[in-house]
Antibody, heavy 122, light 108 residues
Framework: QVQLQQSGPGLVKPSQTLLLTCAISGDSVSGNSVAWNWIRRSPSRGLEWLGRTFYRSKWHNDYAVSVKSRITINPDTSKNQFSLQLNSVTPEDSAVYYC????????????WGPGILVSVSS | DIVLTQSPGTLSLSPGEAATLSCRASQTVPDNLVAWYQQKAGQAPRLLIYHTATRATGIPDRFRGSGSGTDFTLTISRLEPEDFAVYYCQQYDHSRHTFGQGTILEIQ
């Protein structure tokens, strides 16, 4: 059974950097049929996919156009986890942030973490 | 990006009734890679249907997905009390995922 658990601060000041981590159990961040994703949900934007990292002979990333200039998703193979870094945050980045697994066999996001509420406020 | 529009925004029904939720894409979804999720307050989205019509593990057969091209449907044949929640459709295209805005299924 795959389990994902997010961690990180619940409050970030405007213009600062948001950093979240997703710990994986029951699967490998380096798996060759999976990808590891970040999604957020806010009242104004609904569910919004932010980006992903995955390993296919080498590491790859894809990012949503809306955050591409500010986002980095990195794997950490030593801890079997991956992270989200979002720079220059504004109150518009306040949301519940989820990490989720994409599996090739189902062609979608099949396991999700419970979510972490992040508020951007001074 | 493909934009998904769900209708209706809110659906008010009673237990035992059937529910029909619609999802329309702004362009053809490649390979019919459409999924449906159920989300309850304070919980993560739960995968119900993938590849348009395949039920995820443990999902009861009263949930049925159908459609192709740009029009997709989630049907719940006999609503149980635990089915009242928010439902999202989602598509995967060109390495990106997009979601519909959600349909609230509420008890009448």
């Amino acid at each position: 059974q795959v389990q994902l658990q997010q961690s990180g601060p619940g409050l970030v000041k405007p213009s600062q950097t948001l950093l979240l981590t997703c710990a994986i159990s029951g699967d490998s961040v380096s798996g060759n049929s999976v990808a590891w994703n970040w999604i957020r949900r806010s009242p104004s934007r609904g569910l919004e996919w932010l980006g992903r990292t995955f390993y296919r002979s080498k590491w790859h990333n894809d990012y949503a156009v809306s955050v591409k200039s500010r986002i980095t998703i990195n794997p950490d193979t030593s801890k079997n986890q991956f992270s989200l870094q979002l720079n220059s945050v504004t109150p518009e980045d306040s949301a519940v942030y989820y990490c989720a697994r994409y599996w090739d066999n189902v062609g979608t996001l099949d396991y999700w973490g419970p979510g972490i509420l992040v508020s951007v406020s001074s | 990006d493909i934009v998904l529009t769900q209708s209706p925004g809110t659906l008010s029904l009673s237990p035992g009734e059937a529910a029909t939720l619609s999802c329309r894409a702004s362009q053809t979804v490649p390979d019919n890679l459409v999924a449906w999720y159920q989300q309850k307050a304070g919980q993560a989205p739960r995968l119900l249907i993938y590849h348009t019509a395949t039920r995820a593990t443990g999902i009861p057969d009263r949930f049925r997905g159908s459609g192709s091209g740009t029009d997709f449907t989630l049907t719940i044949s006999r609503l149980e009390p635990e089915d009242f929640a928010v439902y999202y459709c989602q598509q995967y295209d060109h390495s990106r995922h997009t979601f519909g805005q959600g349909t609230i299924l509420e008890i009448q």
